[in-house]
T-cell receptor, first 110, second 114 residues
Framework: GQNIDQPTEMTATEGAIVQINCTYQ??????LFWYQQHAGEAPTFLSY????GLEEKGRFSSFLSRSKGYSYLLLKELQMKDSASYLCAPPGDGANNLFFGTGTRLTVIP | DGGITQSPKYLFRKEGQNVTLSCEQN?????MYWYRQDPGQGLRLIYY???????QKGDIAEGYSVSREKKESFPLTVTSAQKNPTAFYLC?????????????FGPGTRLTVL
């Protein structure tokens, strides 16, 4: 099985930077996905890290350390619309299944 | 426009009735998935299909059934055997059969059992 750990909730101020951490244990390994999910909506793809290191994509960056089972999502210049849940999803072993954490609910305040 | 559609958006069911949730994609994706999400919880995999006429149970398949007769379609039936069916149901698809392929989600169906 999988063991994915993310903080349940975080609050940050508009314009600030926030880092959402994810630790995991998987028997197989093929990188890690991050998804954003606004309340009542479907998750949308944010990033995929297959190699160790930092991947930057505009205001969002994602970091991965495979040996440590650790990833983080970095959100810069926070906007009110960034208030959402952020789901960490390491792929499982074999097939094509993702294992989703319970997500981190981020609230951006003025 | 390419994408994944789910219908209906909201569904109400009386206890003891079966109900079928629709999922269609025109992305030409091989793999399709059904997830369930409960309030404040992550996504849990119900069933997945890597190719037409084949599907596999996920972590919480009991009380659910699926079919994959066409590449574009992967309907989910919630049967009366599912003891707690009220939830948000999400369908997803991915290009190939590998765990490294990005899954894209439909808008979801919110099922409420009365």
């Amino acid at each position: 099985g999988q063991n994915i750990d993310q903080p349940t909730e975080m609050t940050a101020t508009e314009g600030a930077i926030v880092q959402i951490n994810c630790t995991y244990q998987t028997s197989g390994f093929n990188g890690l996905f991050w998804y954003q999910q606004h309340a009542g909506e479907a998750p949308t793809f944010l990033s995929y890290n297959v190699l160790d290191g930092l991947e930057e994509k505009g205001r969002f960056s994602s970091f991965l350390s495979r040996s440590k089972g650790y990833s983080y999502l970095l959100l810069k210049e926070l906007q009110m619309k960034d208030s959402a849940s952020y789901l960490c999803a390491p792929p499982g072993d074999g097939a094509n299944n993702l294992f989703f954490g319970t997500g981190t609910r981020l609230t951006v305040i003025p | 426009d390419g994408g994944i559609t789910q219908s209906p958006k909201y569904l109400f069911r009386k206890e003891g009735q079966n109900v079928t949730l629709s999922c269609e994609q025109n992305l030409n994706h091989d793999a399709m998935y059904w997830y369930r999400q409960d309030p404040g919880q992550g996504l849990r995999l119900i069933y997945y299909s890597q190719i037409v006429n084949d599907f596999q149970k996920g972590d919480i398949a009991e009380g659910y059934s699926v079919s994959r007769e066409k590449k574009e379609s992967f309907p989910l039936t919630v049967t009366s055997a599912q003891k707690n069916p009220t939830a948000f149901y999400l369908c997803a698809s991915s290009d190939r059969r590998f765990s490294t392929d990005t899954q894209y989600f439909g808008p979801g169906t919110r099922l409420t059992v009365l």
